[in-house]
Structure formats: structure tokens, C-alpha cells
């Protein structure tokens, strides 16, 4: 047997907990009102273009992403604009937010509603680009950066393989893996697509060593189409990082402070890659995505198909709604989710999970002094020295962060996760990048 | 023996001296000539270097105020929060010319929102500082302006002059606030402002910042300015400006008149330090705490920049 690849540096094995591996997708019912975000992807927000009182059908253009970084956002529902304000959402502030209240179910003439599977790619490179801009269409792992901006490769570099990102590595989470199960067919196509787009000849599906079904099931599913291959890898938290994945599933490094394409590689998750078959193939915007819902306490788990602006109240009652010893709500997975303000707040193309936890779960470990045993330097999968970034970080001593490459940090949470003092590590050094963010900004400005 | 001891102290005796003398010339050559005025003028300082002046330092301070004495002939835009008048005065004196007088300032917390004014509606239990409790949402009470408790100010203050009043979690301003800024450096969310001492310590000011209409204001904070320019239209002296939701008092302007604390109907206006009201209207704010606040609230505008980028 041959040793599964992985990646080479740090890395945790938190527990998996995937209650709702074997939950089949199940479409969420209509909302009665949708409060979708104007600000969705990584970027400049969003323009919108509906008044109040307007009339939209499902698939119409609501807000114009104007800048090169930016991305459209469509109505995932029929009804009427009932108004623009500022709403709370997940980041646990108020932000502009469209919200229209649904009625009925209409559809916008140009979006093909048929389950056949549309095998032949007629769109050139320019289309497909062009195609998944303006459908919206956003890095569905997490990160939502506007998965045109990925297609352009920038010159003087070239694209030589495309990684497509199976792992999902977090806890908790099985989206993906049932997409993956599911809508393989279409998902393949997907990336056919996507490698047309970037003219690249080769892909690799990377899929965790846990997720043994789904490997096989595609494996059987790429045989008919040369280029794509799937990589099982061996199970590693946070292999699902871009520059991870990138070690592990083609054995290249990306240098710091640079983005994939330095060693020719682009990286899209699954999720992306069944969305960009709906937009070329389809016509459909990204409106809905996979939502796991989970948690220990919840009386059942599940996958749903949520349109985007669905209340995470919604999706809580369809699982039983919320326990009584329910101490936090997660949007995410456990190791990077955000823990929620409230659950009114609506579902966004980024939401992958919602998480529930109870009381004993939720509590943060006792911080006491740090013991100098290095575990948080050895499981960094970036090779940084977290603790130092945090006592740097928490004396204001802004250069050394930037010096220590705090920047490079991905904010997987290994460090906090694996620290026996219960250090708040990822805290701080969260709030040094912020600082050093700044500091580079105004670098810049002068 | 003895001789051993005889030649150990000539010879060591003897390299000392030539070293003296290379010394000797080595400090005429590289000499550092320094006004002896900023030895002076830094005598004159309170040697709290709390930066409170914008240099590093009492140090530096003097050596900005001796520069600018020799270049400009005038001390302008120069101030030790700390030392106040007296202070310039004499350092001043020293550089023979004179200081402009400026109002003595304090630090006021432009937040109201106690436990009981705005209940708590989720838990925080991330690390205790205010920079990640901001960072992170909007807070436990739910007002996206509101202070977070956390004390961050208390930290900052090198006066000791500021601390965490546990029934309200709010902090409370002491007498022996010097103004040196440090705290309003510190808040991350732009709450406490420095504002003039005010004639007999008196004050009036809007104890919110809150920028959102007035119905989601309301909803996380009892005492929230909800923007409905009651004070604005009141005020005699056109001290008032209405901005984004939420009025501001400019110190300069206002007159201590207090119309608009009674006119304003969420009690959002403080006063501080003034008798007790003989009319039937009941007083709407006792001047109750020691003695902290001065008065209105200044960077609506100025503020509102840095909040946006950081959203």
C-alpha cells in the first residue's frame, strides 16, 4: 500500500464529528422573506440595482459588483423588494442588506430549470469567464473571493494544473462530501469547464482518506475524462488551506506572501465547481448552496439546498429547532467558524455550516501562562511561530509582527487548538494582522 | 612580593592615565553640543511622560519647544496637557516668550449604556480586552457603538485616573484626569473624547455616539441619542449639529444653558456638576457620579472615517 500524501508541515487531527455524512441534500422550503447582503464576496461590496417596491424574479441581478475584486448578487427568490437597510448579519454588525419579501416561485426566463445533464462545453475561454462573472459566481469554500479574478491568470505567469479542493478538513462539516456523492456528474463537468477556462490539461481532485465512498465514486466518475485524476490524502487538519493542499496533492510550495499561481497552480473547491456548471451550463446564478447543519445536541443533522438570505433561524426549526443547553451558534466549521450574534441573521454564499454547541462544548479552556513547550510552532502548517506573534501582538510591537511574517498566517486555529495553557494564540495574532494591515495600507498610501 | 604589587600599580597606574588622555580627546572631537536651555526648560516639565503633548516624552517636548522657540519665536500649538498653563508659563518664561492660555480639557465617556440600559444579549468570553471584543461583533448589549466593558481605557491610563464602575460596567473618569489622550487612543470604538474642564467643572454633553436611526438605537439602548433634533432645534447658540443620527455638542460654542437637557427625550444629554433645578421640572440627570464627564461630543464627522474603514 502506498502512503497517502498529505502536507508537510505542522498540522492537528482535531475529532471529525460528521453526524451528517449520511444526511442526503434535501432542498429547504421557501422562505417567506430573504435579507441577502449586498456585501458577499471578498472586495468591494456591491452596488444594488433594485428599488424598493421592485418586482424580482428568482435569478435577477440585484446588485452590480462594480470593481475588479467584486462580485454580482442575484435574487434568490420571486417577490417584491420590500426595502434596503442595514441588518445584522454574521459579522455581528448591521450592514446594507436587500430584503424581499417571497411570493410565489418565478423564475427568470433564461435559466435552464432541467435536471439533464448538459455534457457539451460550447463556451470559448473569454465565455466561460465572462459567464461566471457575471453569474456571481464566488469561492464557495469559505474564503468567497469572486472565482473570475482565479481565471485571470496574470501575465507572465501560466496555470499549469487546476487543484480542485475536496478535503473539507474542518469537523462538523459534510456539505461538500454529499455535493461530492450527489451531483459528482455535474461537478466534472464543472471543472472540464473550469480547466477550459484557465487552459490547463490537468486537475486534481484532493479528497481526505475519510471520505472512502466518495473516492470511489468518483473515481469511477473521471475515467471518462483524461485529465482529471483524484488524489486520496491522508487525514490532516487544515488540509483544506489553499496552500496546503497545493503541498499536498502536487508537492509544491508557495512561496510567502505569494498567491498560487507563482507555482502555476489555482485552486477551487467543489462547491465552485458545481456552481460554475449551473452558470455555463445552466445559466443560473449562485442563488442557493449546501448548508450542513450539525451539532451533538441537535435532535437531527442535515444537508440542506438554502437559497441565499434564508434566515439561520429557518434552517434550525427544519432540524427541531434550537436545544435548551445550546451555548453557541457557529457559522463554519468548528476550528475557523464564527461564533453568531444571533440567529436571525441571514445564510450567505459562504456559509458552509451551521454548528451548534452546547454548554460544556462552548467553554473556553483556562488561559494560564504559557509553558514554552512549542506545540503551537510545531503544528503551524504556515511554519510561523504563533506564540511569538501573540506576545508580540499583545505588547503592540507591530513590527516584529510583520517581521515574524504574521501575515502569511491563515488563521486555521492549530495553534489555539493545540496549546496546553489555553492561550487565545489565533486572538491575537488576529488582531496583530489587523494592526499590520493597517500599517501596510498607509505604507502604501504615502 | 613586594615588588609585584609596586609594578602591577605603576603599570596599570600608567595605562590608565594614557587612556584618560585618549579619552580626554576622544570626548572634545565627538562632543554633543546641546542647548543647555532643554535641560531647563525639561526641569520644568512634570516628568510624566505619558506623551499627552504628542512627543515622545517630557524630553522630547523640550527639545520641540526649545526648536521652535529658536526657529519661530513662538510656542503656538504647543501644550502639556498635564502641567497645564502654569506649566507653559514657566517654560515659556524660561525661552523668554510667552505661552497662549488654552481651557483646560478632561476626558469625558460618551456612552451610556450601563447593564441596565442596554442588557446583555449574548456572552463574550474571548480574551477580556476591548480590540478583540470590537474586532469580533457588535457586542454584548448589541449596539455597534457602545462601549464594550472591557476596559481597555483603564489599561491605557498611566494617571490612574480612570476606572471600571462594576454596577454599570461602564468607566468612570476621576477628577485627576489630565488629558493626555491615551484612553481615547486606546477605545477602540472612539468613545471617550477630550473636552473643556467647563467654567466650575460643568459640563454638558451627549453620552452616545451611536450613528443608526432612531428605532434600531432604541431597540439595544434605552438611552440612546435617536436623532430626533429636539436639542438642535432648542439650542439658542447654535452649539448643536446634527450629523448621521446623532447629535453633537461643540464645547466651544455651548453656554451650559441645559434646554437641551431637558428637551432631549431619551435623557442622552448629560450634565455634570450643576445645582440641583428649583423649577417643578425634576431634575433629568443628577450630576449622581463623583465628577467625571465634561462635556459634548466632538468627532461625529472626524470619527466617522476610521469606523468605516474598520468595518
Redesign the interface.
Known amino acids: 500500500m502506498s502512503v497517502l500524501k498529505t502536507f508537510k508541515i505542522g498540522g492537528v487531527h482535531p475529532p471529525e464529528c460528521k453526524y451528517s455524512a449520511g444526511e442526503a441534500i434535501k432542498a429547504l422550503e421557501l422562505p417567506k422573506q430573504v435579507t441577502i447582503p449586498i456585501a458577499q464576496s471578498l472586495g468591494a461590496p456591491s452596488k444594488a440595482v433594485v428599488a424598493k417596491g421592485d418586482e424580482v424574479k428568482v435569478g435577477q441581478l440585484i446588485a452590480k459588483g462594480e470593481a475588479f475584486i467584486s462580485s454580482n448578487i442575484h435574487s434568490s427568490v420571486s417577490g417584491k423588494v420590500l426595502k434596503l437597510d442595514e441588518v445584522l448579519d454574521q459579522s455581528g454588525y448591521r450592514r446594507p442588506c436587500i430584503i424581499i419579501n417571497v411570493d410565489g416561485d418565478e423564475w427568470d426566463e433564461n435559466i435552464d430549470r432541467s435536471t439533464e445533464l448538459k455534457k457539451d462545453i460550447t463556451a470559448t475561454k473569454e465565455e466561460i469567464i465572462k459567464k461566471i462573472q457575471e453569474m456571481g459566481i464566488v469561492g464557495l469554500g469559505g474564503a468567497t473571493f469572486p472565482s473570475h479574478v482565479k481565471l485571470m491568470v496574470p501575465d507572465g505567469k501560466k496555470a499549469e494544473v487546476l487543484v480542485i479542493n475536496g478535503v473539507e478538513c474542518e469537523p462538523y462539516l459534510t456539505a461538500d462530501h454529499r455535493l461530492m456523492l450527489e451531483m459528482a456528474d455535474e461537478m466534472v463537468i464543472g471543472i472540464q469547464i473550469l480547466m477550459k477556462g484557465l487552459d490547463v490539461k490537468r486537475a486534481i481532485v484532493g479528497v481526505e482518506n475519510n471520505k472512502p465512498d466518495v473516492i470511489e465514486h468518483l473515481n469511477n466518475r473521471v475515467k471518462d475524462y483524461p485529465g482529471i485524476e483524484v488524489c486520496a490524502l491522508k487525514v490532516q487538519y487544515p488540509q483544506g488551506g489553499e496552500k496546503q493542499l497545493i503541498d499536498a496533492a502536487i508537492g509544491r510550495q508557495v512561496p510567502s506572501g505569494k498567491l498560487p499561481i507563482e507555482v502555476g497552480a489555482v485552486v477551487n473547491n467543489v462547491g465552485t465547481a458545481f456552481a460554475v456548471y449551473e452558470a455555463v451550463q445552466k445559466n443560473k446564478p449562485l442563488i442557493d448552496r449546501v448548508v450542513t447543519v450539525t451539532g451533538k445536541n441537535l435532535k437531527e443533522t442535515g444537508n440542506f439546498m438554502v437559497r441565499i438570505g434564508t434566515s439561520v433561524n429557518e434552517l434550525i426549526e427544519k432540524v427541531g429547532g434550537l436545544p435548551e443547553d445550546t451555548a453557541k451558534v457557529v457559522s463554519g466549521g468548528p476550528m475557523m467558524g464564527k461564533a453568531l450574534n444571533s440567529t436571525d441573521v441571514p445564510v450567505v454564499k459562504g456559509t458552509s455550516g451551521i454548528l451548534t454547541f452546547e454548554e460544556g462544548e462552548a467553554k473556553r479552556v483556562e488561559t494560564t501562562n504559557c509553558i514554552r513547550c512549542a506545540k503551537c510552532i510545531t503544528v503551524c502548517p504556515m511554519g510561523l511561530e504563533p506564540v511569538l506573534i501573540a506576545q508580540y501582538a499583545g505588547n503592540e510591537l507591530y513590527e516584529n509582527v510583520e517581521a515574524e511574517r504574521a501575515m502569511d498566517c491563515i488563521e486555521c486555529g492549530s495553534c489555539s487548538y493545540t496549546c496546553p495553557a489555553g492561550q487565545p494564540l489565533l486572538d491575537y495574532i488576529r488582531l496583530g494582522k489587523y494592526k499590520v494591515g493597517e500599517i501596510i495600507r498607509n505604507r502604501s498610501k504615502k | 612580593m613586594n615588588d609585584v604589587i609596586i609594578y602591577a600599580v605603576i603599570s596599570l597606574s600608567l595605562v590608565g592615565a594614557a587612556a584618560a588622555v585618549v579619552l580626554y580627546f576622544i570626548a572634545q572631537k565627538f562632543k554633543v553640543i546641546e542647548d543647555p536651555k532643554i535641560d531647563e526648560v525639561e526641569e520644568s516639565l512634570p516628568a510624566a511622560n505619558c506623551g499627552g503633548c504628542g512627543f515622545p516624552g517630557c524630553r522630547g517636548f523640550a527639545e520641540a519647544l526649545v526648536k521652535s522657540a529658536n526657529e519661530k519665536q513662538s510656542l503656538d500649538g504647543f501644550n502639556c496637557p498635564v502641567g497645564g498653563n502654569d506649566t507653559m508659563a514657566t517654560a515659556a518664561g524660561i525661552l523668554g516668550l510667552v505661552a497662549e492660555e488654552k481651557e483646560p480639557q478632561i476626558a469625558v465617556i460618551r456612552c451610556s449604556g450601563s447593564c441596565e440600559n442596554a442588557p446583555k444579549?449574548?456572552n463574550y468570553?474571548?480574551?477580556a480586552t476591548c480590540?478583540?471584543a470590537h474586532?469580533?461583533?457588535?457586542g454584548e448589549s448589541?449596539c455597534?457603538y457602545g462601549c464594550l466593558g472591557c476596559g481597555d481605557c483603564v489599561t491605557a491610563c498611566d494617571f490612574d485616573a480612570i476606572y471600571m464602575d462594576e454596577e454599570t460596567g461602564l468607566p468612570i473618569v476621576k477628577d485627576n484626569c489630565v488629558a493626555c489622550g491615551a484612553c481615547v487612543t486606546a477605545c477602540p470604538r472612539d468613545i471617550i473624547e477630550l473636552r473643556n474642564k467647563g467654567k466650575k467643572d460643568r459640563r454638558i454633553f451627549v453620552s452616545c455616539i451611536n450613528q443608526?436611526k432612531g428605532g434600531?438605537a432604541k431597540k439595544n439602548c434605552k438611552v440612546a441619542c435617536i436623532g430626533c433634533s429636539k436639542c438642535f432645534k432648542v439650542c439658542p447658540f447654535d452649539a448643536i449639529t446634527m450629523n448621521n443620527n446623532l447629535a453633537y455638542i461643540d464645547y466651544e460654542k455651548c453656554k451650559l444653558c441645559r434646554k437641551c437637557v431637558v428637551e432631549c427625550p431619551t435623557k442622552a444629554i448629560h450634565e455634570l456638576n450643576f445645582p440641583p433645578r428649583k423649577e417643578k421640572k425634576a431634575p433629568a440627570d443628577k450630576p449622581a457620579k463623583p465628577a467625571p464627564k465634561p462635556v459634548a461630543e466632538k468627532p461625529a464627522e472626524k470619527k466617522e472615517e476610521p469606523k468605516a474603514e474598520k468595518?
Request: hydrophobic content about 25%; aromatic content about 6%; glycine content about 12%.
Open positions: 444579549k449574548i468570553d474571548g480574551p480590540a478583540f474586532s469580533l461583533s457588535s448589541g455597534p443608526e434600531p468595518e
